[in-house]
């Protein structure tokens, strides 16, 4: 079964497409085949066309060895179209559009499910991403995140989850939410495939990335709980003290430290600003077809929340001065270790759940990648999120690399699929 | 001559088809006739289609009258996704899509020209825009500033330009630059058509606006040369001290103010930022055909700049602690009188035009508008900036018109158009 094409990470499919193992149509046909069995289970796309992707894998075929791009013929999910240039130019084969919420902006579930479990959701707003991802039915997808709708779904679908520095990828194409917070992310079954695609964007540190020498051996890392603590479940409880343990059993240095009071505001100051944000950025439908909207959404264009510009900006202004404060104290790790999730995959699809231990990052600007291993009480996978400074984009990979060898191995959750 | 449809304003063509004076076809028909004409001089326009003007005009006849927009029949130039929804919705007549530098991202004058003497440059980037309402081809246009593009055209054409608070209306579908920076603006030659499109976009401030009881009599105003005050011309300098003398026997507080030491980093920030925020906004376009990109484009994404990202960090969060700062310090007048630009449009159209005396204000994200009524020893237009903290778009509104009332009439420009 593993032979399948369609179960490889897209570095092993680039692998064998150079040896002359597979062709892009082959690669195709096995993924299409592999959708066309699980999308009435998963309902992952929102829109895919088979005779499109061949033609489009026909062509790639087509394309001389020497002037193929860095994902010659790998599969992608369309959603935004700057990223979705680059993706191309570096010749990825777009499969389709996979499922969000409404606009990606709200926390109604669509018709997706969990693909470990369908009675559960895969989470938002990303959701047919993340299903997708995990159910093998593409090797790489995108989403968004203004709150927590890149690493949520991660965590809820056991795959690697990234959310880069804010604005180190261009969001040009992406339906606007609020321009301060959405962030590109993307979703892949390992750490070389995040990579790949760090590459194709261009992510750059000031500082080339050190790869660890011998795993997570020596590396300085922090724990931290975040204030919003009190919302933890069993499941990431449970991760959190044994992703700790692992790592300094293979010789990290891992120290629990805790926010400074000052960043106590940060998780209200993320509702101030999305909400607020939500005025402007839905104005324009909400002129055309309210009727058509969300109440979530209709809520923000009425400013139903009640919150005046001067709160928006206290908010805004409040947040700017934490960044490099909390540069400032990530700086002293490799990583800090902090939660993806309340806990594993509720049930039943109609909520995508909760942001509230991601959107204090998002609002910080910090990368982050969601690292899978761990399971809850119900077998269902949970993830822990690393974090860094700001444009740490490829030191966070090299240290997502070792500790991701460690967790996956040992953490306890395999995937069954 | 004045009485001909294509030399009213917004405000005054809506009275008319309000009265049943004037048909939306017959008011398309005269500024196309108008357009036919002075485009092969002024070459405002990218794209207008005649028939496609005119279909919309018919369509806009047949709606009755309790179900008009706010902006029933009026012309508009097409730019951006988001507004233009909203202006569609709103009953507006888009006419066109006005010429623009290349991306509206370079300083390289497009072939458009400035109506009042077509051997000087319109400025730029919002060029056409600018041009096409100073010379009645429209009522209303629309922009963006990410350094002085709305603003600088708004001088150099003698019209009303209006960059409102930063995310106070949404930027979707317009070409990203500098997400913090780009601010979707507009032009119109008079302050009640600025309130249209304000009603339009529903910008709202904490305080409703305090109409001037006996325009500025009364009003609390600052003057303030800013930190690039020596890259100031005689025009603006002649222009700064009249208006602010006019003010002041018309009964208005007027005192010069100066900028606190730590703004004094403003303009090296504003450079960082831009050229950094090019990077990610130009990948995909680079990419795709680095050949076909301007070369100040290229340069951003190849980091022919030279800034780290710790550098771009420092601007990006040295700014962000001054926005509150200077609202702080704004707060005390009703508005602070500024340089639009260093003085009236050069000779040329190779180039648009310096941005010195606007990047600051469009880095602090406050709502500045130009205000028309002066002119340098060619008998160019040159304009004045009224800027307030941030989110007092509409009480700057009420600042602008009655100072606008007293420039118009006794600056000593008067268009000859």
Not at 352 to 371: E, Q, R, Y
Not at 372 to 393: A, N
Request: proline share 6%.
């Amino acid at each position: 079964m593993s032979s399948e094409p369609y179960r490889l990470s897209a570095t092993e499919v680039l692998q064998r497409f150079s040896n002359g193992d597979l062709t892009v149509v082959e690669y195709a046909a096995s993924l299409l085949d592999h959708i066309d069995e699980r999308q009435p289970v998963v309902k992952a796309w929102e829109y895919i066309d088979r005779a499109q992707v061949l033609q489009q894998a026909r062509e790639l075929d087509k394309v001389p060895k020497e002037q193929r791009g860095p994902l010659h013929g790998d599969d992608q999910v369309e959603l935004d179209a700057g990223s979705v240039i680059m993706l191309r130019a570096a010749g990825a084969l777009i499969l389709g559009k996979t499922r969000t919420t409404e606009f990606a902006a709200t926390v109604n579930g669509p018709a997706t499910t969990n693909p470990h479990d369908t009675g559960r959701t895969p989470g938002g707003s990303s959701s047919g991403s993340g299903a997708a991802v995990a159910d093998f039915q593409a090797s790489i997808a995108l989403g968004t995140q203004t709150g927590g709708s890149t690493i949520r779904p991660g965590s809820f679908n056991g795959v690697y989850a990234m959310k880069p520095t804010w604005n180190a990828i261009t969001r040009e194409g992406q339906k606007i939410y609020s321009l301060i917070l959405d962030t590109l992310g993307f979703y892949t079954r390992s750490v070389d495939d995040l990579k790949l695609l760090a590459e194709v964007f261009g992510l750059k540190d000031d500082q080339p990335p050190q790869q660890p020498s011998s795993g997570v051996k020596g590396l300085k890392l922090a724990v931290l709980k975040t204030m919003v603590w009190d919302q933890v479940g069993p499941g990431t409880r449970d991760a959190l003290n044994k992703g700790a343990e692992l790592l300094r059993s293979h010789g990290a240095d891992v120290k629990e430290i805790g926010f400074p009071t000052e960043f106590a505001k940060l998780p209200a100051w993320h509702t101030i600003i999305l909400k607020s944000d939500g005025r402007p950025s839905f104005r324009p439908e909400y002129m055309v077809g309210k009727d058509k909207l969300d109440v979530s959404l209709v809520e923000h264009v009425e400013e139903a929340h009640g919150y005046s510009r001067k709160d928006y900006m206290e908010a805004f202004d409040g947040v700017a001065a934490l960044r490099p404060k909390w540069d400032a104290i990530a700086e002293e790790y490799d990583a800090v270790i902090v939660p993806s999730v309340p806990d594993e995959a509720p049930k039943g699809i109609e909520s995508t759940g909760s942001a509230a231990f991601n959107s204090m990052w998002t609002a910080l600007h910090v990368p982050v990648i969601n690292v899978p291993g761990f399971q809850g009480e119900h077998g269902m996978p949970i993830g822990l999120s690393l974090v860094t400074p700001r444009y740490h984009d490829q030191a966070l990979l090299e240290v997502a690399k070792a500790v991701g060898e460690v967790w996956e191995k040992e953490g306890g959750w395999a995937s069954k699929l």
